[in-house]
């Protein structure tokens, strides 16, 4: 199992940037992929995106592709989601998540390990 603990969050102007953090303990070793959801305010937690240890592949969800940036650590012990040019809409609550599957996914079921989430307001 492994612990995450996530950073970072706070209020923004839009059109502003904000770096989020997410530190992983425990079985850290067995990580293959991390991720970044969000929850806005009264409704479901959605992907934001996602990176592979190996190969270092990422991906995003449109609505923050070319805007924010998914990376990690070459211990495998943090996460970063930096946030370009935030708009209201990116105003949730900020969530990172971990698995060890040989796959990796877009969904809450692809991760088996969450963090408790960091909130990220941007005001206009």
């Known amino acids: 199992q492994v612990q995450l603990v996530e950073s970072g969050g706070g209020l923004v102007q839009a059109g502003g940037s904000l770096g989020l953090s997410c530190a992983a303990s425990?079985?850290?070793?067995?990580?293959?992929?991390m991720a970044w959801f969000r929850r806005v305010s009264g409704k479901e937690r959605e992907f934001v995106a996602r990176?592979?240890?190996?190969?270092?592949?990422?991906y995003y969800a449109d609505s923050v592709k070319g805007r924010f940036t998914i990376s990690g650590d070459n211990a495998r012990t943090t996460v970063y989601l930096q946030m370009n040019s935030l708009e209201t809409e990116d105003t949730a609550v900020y969530f990172c998540?971990?698995?060890?599957?040989?796959?990796?996914?877009?969904?809450?079921?692809?991760?088996?390990?969450w963090g408790q989430g960091t909130q990220v307001t941007v005001s206009s």
């Open positions: 425990g079985w850290t070793f067995s990580t293959t992929h």
């Open positions: 998540a971990a698995t060890s599957r040989r796959f990796g996914g877009s969904g809450e079921r692809d991760y088996d390990d």
């Open positions: 990176m592979t240890w190996s190969g270092a592949s990422t």
